[in-house]
């Protein structure tokens, strides 16, 4: 049973009207100057500006979909094209007028003007100086790093009331520079517990990540390289003794996840009162619903890509984040453990997994001839596209099992709490920092060889880029970080599985404003190359 702390405010107003001029009496009343006085009225109000971090999972198909990582080729029976969005996102052929950039515009914008409203009414009632102001600064800091990470050319505003309905655009650098002040000027202000009042909130230890993340990205905005400073960040989280390694790669992925010595800023999902993480129902084989007991089938589109899978060494013990070759009915009793990931503990041949419904029965003659008839769910690394429609098989691409699937849980929502940002990569950010400074730095090998020994790698004896990139990759695989590190790298405009090569469209490195966002505030410019 996950421990949980779920507030709900709840205000209500009545009013009372009378033919007579009796006035009611009243007993009690909730206005800001009253009611803002404690911490847990303050934590309680202050709650709604995490809403929209729900919702953060879904940026997946912008930060992972979009690189050599994951993919959602058109499947067997027409499905997945969805007017060839998939596609386009993995040939990198970004379209103004796709929703998803219009999604993620709002989620975070919506966050932003949360935490304005907040801090105004704040402000006015408890002062400026109060630790839930640096909290919502840092927050909103956060908010505009993943915007500026997305889009670039965005507008600043912090003020709700009396907000501008169409701000000027703000270049990467000016952003940049704005997140860096707000962070460290909350920084100060922000306590440095870790416990369950502070659980998925914001406390000195999530914006000092957030504040090494930005950093590591500097150049990628304009700004001058800050490397040292990343490191020294990271290093501040290290040095609070806060946080550290699970000795077991898979205990930050469970469905009980929450006593994580990893985690630093996450977002506590739940199934039934904090939904959002629906992972499963994108990627999963649709015949995976006897295998994991679900309440319904799941759509079978997103999948890894081959060379994603096999990057990793036989002996990673993170490849146990894949689900691959012959599946099984939940008689073969699916597992997950905390140093090797996803296995059938019983996996006999009577439990085999047939299903012919998707692969088979929707596929044209000539398709058939391709592949002989088996009905056997064996999923397979390797993608083919070999069919007359240029499309995938659905048993082709390795499936994602990195996060523990909860057995007969009758949602289809999961409960596991998703790390935004977790020790390893505050670490991995330390030695990236420090790697660049000087590529000989003895810490950034040590910690690099820290990450790789946990899941059974031998250390290196010197680190090399290419290196420092696949420890990256690896170790944040499905953690939405693909896209950020793939471009930091100089990997975006590499070929990968449906790209070609597109070394001349850099600009692409930032996604396209969207066209109602254009439409609604003249004052904002569509970003250069589109």
């Given amino acids: 049973m996950k421990n949980r702390i779920y507030i709900l405010l709840l205000l209500?107003?009545?009013t009372y009207q009378s033919c007579s001029d009796l006035e009611?009496?009243?007993?009690?009343?909730?206005?800001?100057?009253?009611?803002?006085q404690s911490d847990v009225q303050l934590a309680a109000a202050a709650s709604s500006a995490y809403t929209p971090l729900y919702g953060y999972w879904g940026s997946f198909e912008e930060q992972d979909a979009t690189t050599d990582q994951t993919t959602c080729p058109i499947r067997v029976n027409g499905g997945w094209n969805d007017g060839g969005l998939w596609p386009r996102l993995m040939r990198h052929e970004f379209i103004e007028t796709d929703?998803?950039?219009?999604?993620?515009?709002?989620?975070?914008?919506?966050?932003?003007?949360?935490?304005?409203?907040?801090?105004?009414?704040?402000?006015a009632n408890i002062g400026d100086d109060a630790p839930i102001i640096s909290e919502l600064r840092a927050l909103r800091a956060f908010y505009y790093f993943k915007l500026l990470d997305l889009f670039g050319n965005i507008p600043i505003e912090t003020r709700f009331?009396?907000?501008?309905?169409?701000?000027?655009?703000?270049?990467?650098a000016e952003v940049f520079a704005f997140i860096e002040t707000e962070l460290l000027e909350s920084i100060p202000g922000l306590t440095e517990e870790k416990n369950i009042a502070t659980y998925g909130k914001v406390n000195k230890w999530v914006a000092y990540t957030v504040l090494a993340d930005l950093y590591i990205n500097a150049e990628r905005f304009g700004a001058e390289a800050h490397y040292s400073e990343a490191a020294n960040a990271a290093n501040e989280i290290i040095n609070s003794g806060k946080y550290s390694l699970e000795p077991g790669y898979f205990k930050n992925f469970r469905v009980d996840n929450e006593n994580s010595n990893e985690n630093i800023f996450i977002i506590a999902y739940d199934k039934n009162k904090a939904q959002g993480l629906n992972i499963y129902s994108s990627s999963l084989h649709?015949?995976?619903r006897p295998t994991f007991n679900l309440v319904g089938q799941p759509w079978g589109g997103f999948s890894i890509q081959e060379d994603?899978?096999?990057?990793?060494?036989?002996?990673?013990?993170?490849?146990?984040?894949?689900?691959?070759?012959?599946?099984?009915?939940?008689?073969?009793?699916?597992?997950?453990?905390?140093?090797?990931?996803?296995?059938?503990?019983?996996?006999?041949?009577?439990?085999?997994?047939?299903?012919?419904?998707?692969?088979?029965n929707r596929a044209l003659p000539e398709e058939l001839a391709e592949k002989p008839i088996d009905c056997n769910i064996f999923i397979t690394p390797e993608i083919s596209l070999t069919t007359a429609r240029g499309i995938a098989y659905y048993k082709e691409g390795a499936r994602y099992g990195k996060y523990e699937i909860?057995?007969?849980?009758?949602?289809?929502?999961?409960?596991?709490?998703?790390?935004?940002?977790?020790f390893a990569h505050v670490l991995l950010m330390r030695a990236e920092g420090l790697w660049r400074s000087d590529a000989g730095n003895a810490e950034a090998l040590n910690l690099v060889n820290q990450i790789r020994g946990r899941v059974g790698l031998d250390p290196l004896s010197v680190l090399t880029e290419d290196d420092l990139y696949w420890e990256l990759k690896k170790e944040l695989a499905m953690?939405?970080?693909?896209?950020?590190?793939?471009?930091?790298?100089?990997?975006?405009?590499?070929?990968?599985?449906?790209?070609?090569?597109?070394?001349?469209?850099?600009?692409?490195?930032?996604?396209?404003?969207?066209?109602?966002?254009?439409?609604s505030n003249v004052n904002l410019k569509q970003n250069p190359g589109y």
């Fill in 12 to 14: 209500s107003v009545f």
């Fill in 24 to 36: 009611a009496e009243v007993f009690s009343e909730i206005t800001p100057e009253t009611f803002y």
């Fill in 99 to 123: 929703g998803l950039w219009n999604g993620e515009w709002n989620r975070y914008f919506g966050g932003v003007a949360s935490c304005n409203r907040l801090i105004e009414i704040f402000s």
């Fill in 161 to 172: 009331a009396e907000a501008d309905p169409a701000p000027l655009q703000s270049s990467p």
């Fill in 286 to 288: 649709q015949s995976a």
């Fill in 308 to 360: 994603f899978y096999k990057a990793f060494e036989e002996n990673d013990k993170r490849r146990g984040m894949f689900i691959v070759g012959q599946q099984y009915t939940s008689a073969a009793g699916p597992t997950w453990t905390d140093t090797d990931g996803f296995a059938y503990a019983n996996p006999k041949a009577e439990f085999e997994l047939i299903d012919c419904t998707e692969d088979f």
């Fill in 406 to 422: 909860e057995m007969n849980s009758g949602n289809r929502n999961y409960s596991n709490d998703f790390a935004i940002y977790r």
């Fill in 479 to 519: 953690e939405n970080h693909a896209r950020p590190i793939t471009i930091r790298f100089g990997h975006w405009e590499d070929s990968w599985f449906l790209k070609e090569a597109n070394p001349g469209e850099t600009h692409k490195r930032f996604y396209p404003i969207p066209q109602l966002q254009l439409q």
